[in-house]
Structures are given as C-alpha cells and as structure tokens.
C-alpha cells in the first residue's frame, strides 16, 4: 500500500533541545496509525510536523523532510494554511469557538469561500454526521457550542475538521480529558471516519487504546521512533521500553 505520509530522516529541535533523532516512517493511507510511547518522548511533536504546526514555534529547527502524496510538505512553495486543509487536526483540548454549532462546522468553508446557504447547510449536516453528533444537536444548530459537553465539543470540533474534506486528520490525544462512555464514543467515530477512506493518526499514551483503535503502531522513546509494525505485531512481541 502506498504511503500517503512519509518522513524522511526528520530532525527537530526546539533551540537547543533536539527533540525529535532522525525519525523515518511511511503511514498508509486508508488506515489508523497510532503514535504511543510515555510522556515527553516526542510523538506529540512529531504529530505536528505533518502539517507545519511547529511552524508557528518560533525557536523551531526541522531538518529532514516529510512527503505528502510524494511532494516534501517543507519545500519553500507549499503554503502552510492549504496543507493544513487537506491534513486537519482534533486536539487534546476541545476548542469549539465561542459561536453557534452551526457556524462552527461552515467557518472553515467560508474562510474558503463557500457562500450559498444550501451549500453549508449540506457541509454542515454531512460533517456533524460523520461525526457521530447530528442526531443530539439537529434541533439546536443556532445555540452556543460552549453549551455542548466535553465529549459532544470534541466531536463537534472534529466535525469542523471533516467540513474541509481533508485526506488526513491527526488526532493529539483526543480523549485525555474525556471520561469513558465519552472515550468509546471518539473511537468509534475514528474508525468510522477511516472507514470512509480517510487516513487517521492518533497519539495516544494508552496502550489499550492503541490497541482498540488503530491498524498500525509507531512507539516513540526520548525523540526516538524506536518499533513500527502492524498493532498486532507490536503488542505480540514484548518489548522492555514499552513495559
């Protein structure tokens, strides 16, 4: 299977911390791939490099490069704002923005210049149902996000990621603040999403839930990605830096 997302020899640092050593990693498109490892050990920034996040850290050196669909995201002529379209991110803060539902999910195609009503009403409808919430908030698209629960937020703010048709969606740790019933009803969603054709990568320290949800593994220790394989491969095989 052809990678959607590659990274070649990537080194980062953040001034003189050199926090990601040379990381290499082809990630399939159509799947779930699931960055783990303990806290601290790089995954989380590493999540960020595919789509320029670390662009906005201003003591932030990359070296190395990642390719999307073949073409290295850090050449000179790529434009941040429209890579970050196509490979959307959920974080692991719900961050709905202080406006209706509604408005929500159709900000990002306005700022693209979506403008027919009918248009956004179908954006808006298909996002929230891919991710798993229109049937609770149908009746009240016109009222403040900040009413919806933790985990109702979180699936808003991934159905505002949905509403720009990305290739890619990366997940930080999506359900850390979320309690259990809330937990089961993100993974599914991610599964549901991938099973659309979408890639998913998740971070995530919880190994059970790396092993719920995802079809391939990457651990990650001290800046290193140390073991990448198949899930069941990973949690087949025992390993001492993931015990």
Not at 156 to 182: G, H, N, Q, Y
Request: charged share 20%; aromatic share 6%; net charge positive.
């Amino acid at each position: 299977m052809e990678p959607i997302l590659e990274a070649k020899s990537l080194n980062l640092w953040y001034g003189q911390n050199h926090a990601l050593h040379d990381v290499s990693v082809a990630i399939p498109e159509r799947q779930i791939t699931a960055f783990i490892g303990p806290s601290g050990c790089g995954k989380s920034t590493f999540l960020r490099t595919l789509n320029r996040m670390n662009d906005l850290i201003p003591s932030v050196k990359i070296q190395g490069q990642v390719d999307f669909h073949g073409k290295n995201i850090y050449d000179a002529g790529v434009d941040p704002t429209l890579l970050r379209k196509r490979i959307g991110m959920v974080f692991q803060k719900a961050n709905p923005f202080p406006m209706s539902i509604y408005d929500n999910v159709a900000y990002g195609p306005r700022t693209h210049g979506v403008r027919s009503h009918a248009k956004l009403d179908d954006i808006v409808e298909r996002s929230l149902r891919s991710a798993a919430i229109w049937d609770e908030v149908k009746d009240r698209l016109r009222k403040n996000a900040l009413g919806l629960s933790g985990g109702q937020q979180q699936r808003l703010c991934i159905a505002r990621t949905l509403a720009m048709k990305p290739d890619v969606v990366l997940f930080d740790e999506p359900c850390s603040a979320l309690d259990p019933i809330s937990t089961y009803s993100i993974e599914e969603t991610i599964r549901s999403i991938a099973s659309t054709g979408i890639c998913c990568i998740i971070v995530t320290h919880n190994m059970e839930q790396a092993t719920r949800v995802s079809d391939r593994t990457a651990f990650f220790y001290v800046g290193n990605m140390v073991e990448t394989g198949t899930t069941k491969q990973i949690f087949s095989a025992p390993n001492d830096q993931r015990l």
